[in-house]
């Protein structure tokens, strides 16, 4: 399965960027992560292919996460951004259910994109 997202950018904080992933295989969890240099990758939110959705605590409210599960694409509304959410974001995919899943930890995830650059400036 390859991975590979589009979407990032810069805008300034407050505003809005769409991330897409396409998937080149069947997938069931996905998930989005997301790093700044020099610290741990971080799982920002992850979507069921039976449609559960989470989401880490400082997002909730503002990312939306949502799958095209005909197109095999997964992607992420970030609204309201802050310049505390600057990073590269990654798609991130495995082949089980996210229930069975450490979601908040990328070693979980077996297939990984290239990953694309969110800047906010303030």
């Known amino acids: 399965v390859q991975l590979m997202e589009s979407g990032g950018g810069s805008v300034q904080a407050g505003g809005s960027l769409r991330l897409s992933c396409v998937s080149s295989?069947?997938?069931?969890?996905m998930a989005w992560f997301r790093q700044v240099p020099g610290k741990e990758r971080e799982g920002v939110a992850h979507f069921d292919r039976e449609g559960g959705a989470g989401y880490e605590d400082s997002v909730k409210g503002r990312f939306t996460i949502s799958k095209d599960n005909a197109a095999n694409t997964l992607y992420l509304q970030m609204d309201s951004l802050k310049p505390e959410d600057t990073a590269m974001y990654y798609c991130?995919?495995?082949?089980?259910?996210?229930?069975?899943?450490?979601?908040?930890?990328?070693?979980?995830?077996?297939?990984w994109g290239q990953g694309t650059q969110v800047t906010v400036s303030s």
């Open positions: 991130a995919a495995d082949g089980i259910y996210c229930s069975l899943l450490n979601v908040s930890n990328h070693f979980h995830f077996g297939y």
């Open positions: 295989g069947y997938t069931v969890c």
